[in-house]
């Protein structure tokens, strides 16, 4: 059974910091891109950041700077370390595992809230 669970969100103000992590089960996680995916609400879900198994990073414009995915594959987590919240980063906050030699395959976490919120 694949697992993906979410951890590290919670309330914090702007310009604090929050670190989520993603703990993985029931693959073989280095053979999989991870990534991180937010939905606020009325909006659709869009790409946070991904690593590819081999440690490459990718993240949104509104995110650079700011957040930083790495993975540990001895740990089969991946994390997401936030820094500098905007009010506007408040919403659930996916975890994504997708196998790289068939895109085909992907599983979802069940989703994570951070609010941002003085």
């Known amino acids: 059974q694949v697992q993906l669970v979410e951890s590290g969100g919670g309330l914090v103000q702007p310009g604090g910091s929050l670190r989520l992590s993603c703990a993985v089960s029931?693959?073989?996680?280095?053979?999989?891109?991870m990534g991180w995916y937010r939905q606020a609400p009325g909006k659709q879900r869009d790409m946070v950041a991904t690593?590819?198994?081999?440690?490459?990073?990718n993240y949104a414009d509104s995110v650079k700077g700011r957040f930083t995915i790495s993975r540990d594959n001895g740990k089969n987590t991946v994390y997401l370390q936030m820094n500098s919240l905007k009010p506007e980063d408040t919403a659930v906050y996916y975890c994504?595992?997708?196998?790289?030699?068939?895109?085909?395959?992907?599983?979802w976490g069940q989703g994570i809230q951070v609010t941002v919120s003085s």
């Open positions: 994504n595992a997708n196998l790289e030699l068939n895109p085909s395959i992907n599983y």
């Open positions: 029931g693959i073989m996680f280095r053979f999989y891109a």
């Open positions: 690593i590819t198994s081999g440690s490459h990073a």
